[in-house]
């Protein structure tokens, strides 16, 4: 799910500071119909001293994991995830939601520079997939304005990935990040105003044989980053997602279960290796 992301207003609290961020959690993403999902509240709230946020983290992983395992220095450190099935009032388009929680180490302050914090979101893409921004005509045509002092935290691009290797998204992302003494979030989510398709994907002698485009849309994530006040230099990193997933994507095979957790074991040391490279 990472490849969403390729999908900083200093003192403000987040959510006020990032609309898109503010509207996954309250009404929440939209899923086909009047149906509607809200993202999950952040785990690690802003604003806690070290007593607390270690709390929040024993209560997180429970009996999984060693505090001081899930904390540490390491790329290979343990991270936790749980995939959810959500609500959405139609039985042919299941909804899922991926949670996935674990600590990074490096230098908050990194996340200052632009560069930087596009490479960290895009790290453990991997090879495939083509990204490219949408241009500002392109958004006029849709009656899309980004106000000024959203210029440098509001993007739309275009993106297309393979998804486990059976599906082919080809769609318009949607990101706006923001950044508090505490935190950083950034906020993405598949835009419906924009035509976005999901293809099958087979594999074809050589080469990839893909199926008929149908429509898609029903994507919303967001990625908070909080700087922990001990151990020194460690950042716990949460990202929350929900996603539609038709029937015809897996052919009723439950892929996500088995597949998902290697290729976000890839991701999540990747975040590190970046971080521990900084700016």
Known sequence: MSLFLALLVAGAEPDAANPLYKALLDPGLAVGGDARV??????????????????????????????????????????????????????KLPVRGVDVWFVAHGDFSALDDEKFLDRLLNSGRGAGGKSAEIPADELAKRKIAIPPEFAKREHFGRVEFDFLDKVRLTATGRT???????????????????????????????????????????????????????????????????????????????????KLPPAMTKTVRSMRAEWSKGK
């Open 38 to 91: 809200k993202l999950p509240a952040p785990t690690m709230p802003d604003g806690l001293d070290a007593a607390k946020q270690k709390a929040v983290v024993q209560k997180l992983i429970g009996t999984d994991y060693a505090y001081e395992e899930f904390t540490r220095n390491s790329v290979v450190a343990p991270f936790k995830m749980v995939i959810r099935d959500e609500k959405s009032g139609d039985d």
């Open 176 to 258: 706006v990040w923001s950044k508090s003494a505490d935190s950083l979030v950034a906020a993405a989510e598949v835009d419906p105003r924009f035509e976005n398709a999901w293809q099958s994907v087979t594999k074809d002698g050589d080469g990839v044989k893909l199926g008929q485009a149908t429509a898609y849309s029903g994507v919303g994530l967001y990625v908070k980053l909080t700087k922990l006040a001990e151990p020194a230099g460690a950042v716990f990193v949460e990202q929350h997602v929900v996603f539609t997933e038709p029937t015809g994507w897996f052919g009723g095979a439950n892929l996500l279960r088995s």
